[in-house]
């Protein structure tokens, strides 16, 4: 029988669309504001389309090579950064889902104090620096590879992974290396593509460790570039060889929009071919205790 929908069901409905405009407007004015003439967006108000269409803030920004340069640096640490986070995080996870691990006690808390307490951005400074590790990609890669929630989110869904489907493995002759890369790691595509998810995110929008440990421009993230570009997109774009008039139809408003529309865009492409392994990723590592 089908449910019959009573007024505070709708209200529900109506809430969560209210709360989805207000959520997606900022983003789609920004999108209409890069596309749309300087002088004509100075008005301000609702952007729902495009005022005086043009493409000359996008072609400005992507003549920048400081652009370019920091979508390279960007690919390179999110791609590896995301591989090797979830490849560690499920290594360290999956021993510590065994119950009768020695010491799994003592290393569940010590990664929980993690969450609660963090050494500080001198120690960090420090440590990095002493593994020689300044201006380098691996100071953007290595500093955020683990993340003790992520761990726990595997953990969780490893634990939730019949003993039988190893047990029977080990009767054919695997051991650990083939039950972990042939077993477990096919039975949980949910929440790896999940933690995959959280770590390409949080690597592509890490700016903070370039401020911190990055010297040479040629080494910054997109995010730092664009950093400067919204910081002073004039002197930004100047910099780079590149005019920022209104008689051009260029401003550095116009500019700063396409800017962010050049470094959100890229990451949210990713969001349709993860969506579906989300929720159940989620859920999965976080109910079972």
Known sequence: MKRKHNFYDYLIILVLVLVAIIMLYPFWHEFMYSFSDPVEAATGGMFLLPRGFNLKSYWSVLR???VWSG???SLIVTIIGTIM??????????????KDMPG????????FFTMLFGGGMIPNYLLVKELKLIDTYGA?????????WNIFIMKNAFSGIPDSLEESARIDGAND???FFLIILPLSKAV?????????????NDYFSTIMYIISKDHWSLQAVLREILSNAQSAMSSSGISVRAEEAISSETVKAATV???????????????????KGVMIGSVKG
Do not use: C, D, E
């Not at 959100?264 to 989300?278: C, D």
């Open 64 to 66: 920048n090579q400081s």
């Open 71 to 73: 979508f390279k640096v």
């Open 85 to 98: 986070g979830v490849l560690f995080s499920a290594m360290l996870a999956y021993p510590l889902s065994k």
């Open 104 to 111: 799994r006690n003592i290393f569940v808390s010590l990664i």
């Open 140 to 148: 953007l890669i290595l500093p955020g590879l683990l993340s003790a």
């Open 177 to 179: 290396l083939k039950i």
């Open 192 to 204: 790896l593509a999940t933690i995959a998810l959280f770590s390409a995110v949080g690597f592509w």
């Open 261 to 279: 529309m050049v470094a959100t865009v890229p990451i949210l492409l990713v969001y349709p071919f993860i969506q579906k392994y989300f929720i």
